[in-house]
């Protein structure tokens, strides 16, 4: 069965309200990095039927990714922005997807998210996470960033918190869990960070703030 456009935008505003999904229908949000985060994130704003999508990731689908991410075995080889956009398109198909299979990088940072009411950091590296954040602070100085930091291992999922730093800048994560302390990145704690991050991002599109 396919929904017409209508049917499912519908069942959107009778769940969520007329004036909450009017936001969301105008709402653009990127997404860097389609990962263990990413993709999750991706899935939850698909769902909200957030109006634009703005998917980075320069990587391919493997099968060390099967443990977290959301993607299955039919798409290891795959580059991560095709196989996720086929499971959105089949959650949502009359969003609009943007999707960019390219490393960011200083230089092409604002070009991909220029127009983005939020976007979501959702790298693995350190020294990628602090790139990327550091740029959109400096060259996008009215986008929000919700970034998320501390999600390995198996402790406890109330430690995964969201905090507000400086100005625009929300943290989701434990801030303290990593894996070059040996614990590895497990499925449920790295979906419980990146609903954090997508439950940041909605209250930002709908004008709440993290105190």
Request: glycine fraction near 10%; aromatic fraction near 4%; charged fraction near 20%.
């Amino acid at each position: 069965m396919v929904l017409t456009q209508k049917e499912l935008h519908d069942a959107l505003a009778g769940r969520h309200g007329a004036a909450v999904q009017a936001k969301l229908d105008r709402a653009a949000v990127g997404v860097a990095g389609l990962g263990g985060l990413g993709s999750h994130i991706a899935v939850s704003l698909a769902r909200l039927g957030v109006g634009r999508l703005v998917l980075v990731d320069f990587d391919v689908v493997d099968v060390t990714n099967l443990n977290r991410q959301h993607y299955t075995m039919k798409d290891i080889g795959i580059p991560k922005t095709l196989a996720l956009l086929e499971q959105l398109e089949a959650i949502n198909p009359y969003l609009n997807y943007e999707t960019y299979t390219e490393r960011i990088i200083p230089a092409n940072a604002v070009r991909l998210f220029a127009g983005c009411d939020v976007v979501c950091e959702a790298f693995d590296r350190p020294d990628q996470k602090a790139m990327l954040i550091e740029t959109l602070l400096e060259q996008l100085p009215e986008t929000p960033i919700v970034s998320g930091s501390g999600m390995a291992g198996f402790g406890s999922a109330n430690a995964i918190r969201t905090e507000r730093r400086f100005g625009r800048l929300y943290l989701c994560g434990d801030g303290t869990s990593d894996v070059s302390d040996g614990l590895g990145l497990m499925a449920p704690r790295v979906a419980v960070c990146a609903a954090h991050q997508a439950a940041m991002t909605l209250r930002l599109l709908l004008g709440e703030r993290e105190p």
